[in-house]
């Protein structure tokens, strides 16, 4: 439309930095006014649309390769946990103006990725903002029809399952944001930047989204921390659980700062941008799936156990006595 | 993620104002964290995304019903013109806040363009901004596999045609900026205000979508002006065009102005935003889309003719002299 579609501008900022990612055949070299998704017979598209914003969802002085990757894994992150197979994206960038170093960088890193995930960017939008630096995606992935893993199936006697290590990147904010955590790491600069990277750069896991719609019964990837998403998932299933938050997987320096006192495994908890999945498989299934994740070379921890009944997830401490979460998970509205 | 997702916030504001929206058996009623899109064999999906930002698309004070008719139906508007039959959409609603008047009247008025034209909500995002408001949409439409139309298809000796009428919402736009135009308007508000519905509320011709699949060598959707995206479809097709100025069809309120002389032919067809579409036919074939569009409800009015050459399109006034446009669109960036 106008003042953003013109030759002189956006198609050749599209041309220059974007043109050389579209490599799919369906992206039609992003010289038309859409992308065609092709489909196989049995096939249904998963869909999943997730937005950044600067100052908001990243800061205003992250690396622009760091945008671009944490733009695109996000919604990968959703794809893996739905049990999709990643099959392409679109891109609305809504910028201030056009500075090319940045969009270089930018788009260098999420052609790398876009490779790596096997996730062509199919078409995209640029448009002019007064505002902060938007990126939005929307992402398709492929399962047989009626196989999208749901937040619904959980059921009594399920286990609890997580991937990864869980409130990394809760710490790797605070630590940008100057927090004192900050401090425990003078000395230890791998571990502050494994927490900021954790933050900057998820790691979503999708080598384990065969598996999960292949074993789970409900699965969330857990964006707003452990315990919100946890509780979104029992309310869907109409299920609640006991957590055993000892059980809950911590990377080396979450577990240095919980050694220090300097953070607890609440805050952990309830934490966000994990980007991890959090899934449930029945009893039965559970030593299958641990044997298909380790074959995939994804960590997963069993971390407690569906329950009966529509009260709120409980979280045990290792005697077993309810810690009352303070907040499950931040809103900003 | 954090700041964004969480129960208290972005929950409820969806679950208020868009679950009602969310008829489609595939969004699972917005309670998972991705929709499902159904595909028949032998269909492909035709993805597209825009945006419009506050400001730059849209005024800060249109009418929220014409924000979100505006958001939709620009995605609307190039489904259609590729062929495609409508299916769906996803949307990432970026606010300031939670005005909730403002986030009702949106909401209905989008459900209500959802329902006419056949594409329902199937997910989206909502995420606060300090920056403008700012609507992102990727809509999806059915084809048979291989059968979206292109920009590239034109051939020497194609007729091209435009549907309804060209250069209001410039105009339109025009006058909501306080342009002289708006003078010519003081015992005529039918005229102005009809102008003005042009640049907020685009009308897409998703009725001629199927003509469009079936008879149409190529097609474009008009957002950047007549003579832009003329100049990219015969860039893409390799072809120029010539084009007949006086033949370009225009609103008896854009006619009054250009017989006061207040605006130029030139003015109209290089303004923006008209979402009409742009299309060629084979001369064989141009009797029979005439009929099928008649029968569609949708005027189309042949303006030009596709020339061998690589030169840009050129537009000729009634005695056959060639006119040089100024500018063929307008660029922010």
Known sequence: MVSERAASGEDSLIARYF??????????GLDDDAA????????????????????VHFLKDDP???????????????????????????????????DDSWLAAFARALGED???FGCPLLGGDTVSTPGPLTVSITAFG????????????ARPGDRVLVTGTIGDAALGLEILKGGRIGHAFVDDHPGRDALVARYRVPEPRNALA????????????ISDGLAGDLTKLCAASGVS????LPSVPTSAPAAKLLSQGATTIETLASGGDDYEILCTVAEARSEAL??????????LTSIGTVIAGFQAPRFLDGEGSEIVLKRLSYSHF
Chains 1, 2 share one sequence.
């Open 210 to 221: 065969l598996v999960v719609r292949d074993y789970a019964s409900a699965a969330i990837d």
């Open 64 to 98: 622009p390769d760091t945008v671009a990757r944490k733009a695109l894994r996000v919604n990968l992150s959703d794809l893996a946990a739905k049990g999709a197979a990643t099959a392409g994206f679109v891109m609305t960038l809504a910028l201030r103006g056009v």
């Open 241 to 244: 659980a006991l957590i055993d």
């Open 19 to 28: 043109k050389p990612l579209a490599t799919d055949a369906g992206a039609f």
């Open 114 to 116: 876009a490779r790596a």
């Open 290 to 299: 641990a044997a298909a994740a380790q074959r995939a070379g994804v960590a």
């Open 142 to 153: 492929r399962v047989p029809a009626g196989k999208m893993v749901h937040r619904s199936g």
């Open 36 to 55: 065609a998704l092709q489909v196989r017979s049995g096939e249904e598209i998963v869909v999943t649309t997730d937005a950044i914003v600067e100052g």
